[in-house]
């Protein structure tokens, strides 16, 4: 036998040399190759059937991509999603701190709430506030049985927008209070001890030490709510507020190029939900502060490394591959 | 400092505590030993109301814990008087319990921030100068996780110690540990009953430091304390058959 020449021995090993790293034929994968034909032709099929339609207009579609009425609509629809948003969180923060509330009237009127809420459908509740003035045309401000001290007509002040918006976030608020519930009961109990044992009040406790915790696992679904929230948002055209799917409507209602519409505005709402989860891995990552030892990478830099290691030497030696062991007495 | 008087304490039908007798005096250091379910930990923390006691009186510095006597009527404190009392109490525990979102520098300013409304500068600068005294000052901007089990016990205690308390609590502040990071953990206390003087009640497994340290010891059961003495005569020389079977069992 003679030792197979390798390079200087490495540091720390004891024999002075590592053994050849392991070459093993690979398991083949035959399924994998025929599901992937499969899927394809499947795929390829319904695109050619879809592109080829012959009544399909393909035109409209661009023509109306970056239509002014269109692009009108997506502003509209951002606008609604971001207020019925921040109404549903904050308000759901607040339902949330008041059901787990030692006060039981509190406590009672969160669930009441979150009751009544999440057991009509939103757009029902849209309908109702779009409506109100028909059975309310005046709305006011006073000391019951006492004077008035502020009152003004239902119809400006619940505009459709406002109708809309109060329709979703208040919806809204019901799901997010059970999201942040969920987020804060998951928060170990030990915290809360050592905060009480510091002397913080329950108030102080919950804003400084639950509630940040509690964000790792309220912010995944709340992503979710969000994205969802986007497209529910839609449903605000029974309140006629000119939102993209409203737009959408009116545009095809017009033109009778229903289908490509449909795919116009699918188009926007794709593009929507694919910027807002990226956006969600973002914040995600920002609160994991504390609870990994390094953070996850962003995929820019996941991208970065892909490209260093595409470039970078095989992770095996390569003298194995120049000096194959054919040395043998 | 502390005084118990027949403190009860019952978990639904079950009774944790049944009749605790006792007296901390200021600047003593009383170690608590005795098997788990005892009712220890669960008197711990009664000292600094975590838990609400059921018959019995037990009061801190003179007065009750969770409870104000006019005439012969108790009345129940307000939280907010409660969370004063609590301030004025450290505790550290057997978990750590350090907020991990926090560096350990946040860990222990926060309180000071919040509770006591003191400065950011103040409560910082005061921060990093226990931080130097637990002997991690280069542990500044270190997150919880970052940090071994000795390092966050002995950050817990710098917390503690930031509300500037008249008593210490400590549930088995090492029993969480790896052995070898048992000792920094003790020469912190060592060193807090030593120069500072600091009035400590500790629920502990370490002997050798209640032997070393300890002004008193009591060894509790079942409920009830079954022995209490010097800890040297008390470890040597136990009365009481149950003592001398759990010593027999831990020495």
């Known amino acids: ?154 119809n400006d002040l619940i505009s459709p927008f406002m109708a809309a918006t109060l329709g979703l976030g208040l919806n809204e608020a ?51 709510e969000t994205i969802s929230m986007l497209k529910t948002s839609s449903l605000a055209f029974i309140a006629t507020v000119p939102e993209l799917f409203t737009r959408q409507q009116q545009i095809s209602n017009a ?10 505005a699918s188009i926007w709402y794709l593009v929507m939900t694919s910027i807002l989860t990226v956006g969600q891995y973002y914040v995600e990552r920002y609160f994991a502060r504390g609870a990994q030892r390094e953070l996850p990478l962003t995929p820019l830099q996941r991208f970065r490394r892909m490209l260093i290691t595409f470039h970078a030497p095989p992770p095996f030696p390569v003298e194995a591959h120049l000096n194959p062991p054919s040395e043998h007495c | 400092m502390v005084k118990a008087e027949a403190v009860h304490k019952s978990f639904g039908r079950l009774e944790v505590l049944r009749g605790i007798d006792l007296e901390v005096y200021p600047k003593e250091v009383m170690c608590v030993i005795g098997p788990s379910g005892s009712g220890k930990s669960t008197f711990l923390r009664c000292i600094n109301h975590l838990e609400k006691i059921d018959a019995g009186r037990l009061s801190v510095d003179g007065e009750l814990v969770g409870y104000r006597q006019r005439g012969n009527k108790l009345y129940e404190l307000p939280d907010r008087e409660i969370c004063q009392k609590r301030s004025e109490i450290g505790m550290v525990f057997q978990r750590f319990n350090l907020f991990p979102h926090m560096t350990a520098l946040e860990n222990i300013a926060e309180a000071p921030m919040r509770v006591k409304k003191v400065s950011r500068s103040t409560a910082e600068a005061q921060a990093r100068s226990l931080l130097d005294r637990v002997g991690l000052a280069d542990k500044v901007k270190a997150y919880p996780n970052q940090l071994s089990g000795g390092q966050q016990q002995r950050v817990a205690i710098a917390r503690a110690l930031a509300m500037q308390p008249k008593l210490m609590l400590f549930d088995e502040p090492t029993s969480a540990l790896d052995p070898e990071l048992v000792g920094e953990v003790l020469d912190v206390m060592r060193a807090l009953a030593h120069e500072l003087g600091m009035t400590m009640v500790v629920v502990t497994h370490e002997m050798g430091f209640a032997r070393e340290v300890g002004d008193s010891l009591v060894f509790m059961d079942a409920g009830v304390i079954v022995e209490a003495g010097k800890p040297r005569e008390l470890l040597s020389n136990p009365q009481q058959e149950r003592t001398k079977l759990f010593l027999s069992k831990v020495l």
């Open chain 1, 174 to 224: 019901a799901y997010m209070a059970e999201i942040v519930r969920a987020g804060m009961i998951s928060v170990e109990h030990g915290q809360t001890e050592a905060a009480q044992a510091l002397g913080m009040t329950r108030l102080q406790l919950m804003r400084r030490i639950v509630l940040p915790q509690a964000m790792r696992v309220i912010i995944p679904p709340t992503g979710n």
């Open chain 1, 1 to 154: 036998m003679t030792e197979i020449a390798a390079g200087p021995p490495l540091p720390g090993s004891q024999a002075g040399r590592r053994p050849e790293a392991i070459k093993a034929i690979p398991v083949r994968h035959p399924w994998r190759w025929v599901s992937t034909v499969v899927v394809l032709a499947i795929v390829a099929e319904a695109v050619y059937t879809l592109v080829t339609a012959p009544y399909m207009n393909w035109d409209a579609v661009g023509k109306y991509l970056f239509g002014p009425l269109i692009l009108q609509g997506i502003v509209v629809t951002l606008e609604l999603t971001a207020l019925a948003m921040v109404i549903g969180v904050a308000l759901g923060i607040v339902l949330a701190v008041m059901r787990l509330s030692p006060n039981p009237v509190v406590s009672w009127v969160s669930w009441f709430y979150i009751w009544f809420f999440r057991g009509t459908p939103v757009l029902v509740q849209i309908f109702f506030w779009f409506n109100l003035a028909s059975i309310l045309p005046h709305i006011g401000l006073g000391i019951p049985g006492g004077p008035l001290l502020w009152r003004a007509s239902t």
């Open chain 1, 255 to 264: 033109n009778f190029d229903v289908i490509e519409l449909a795919i116009v």
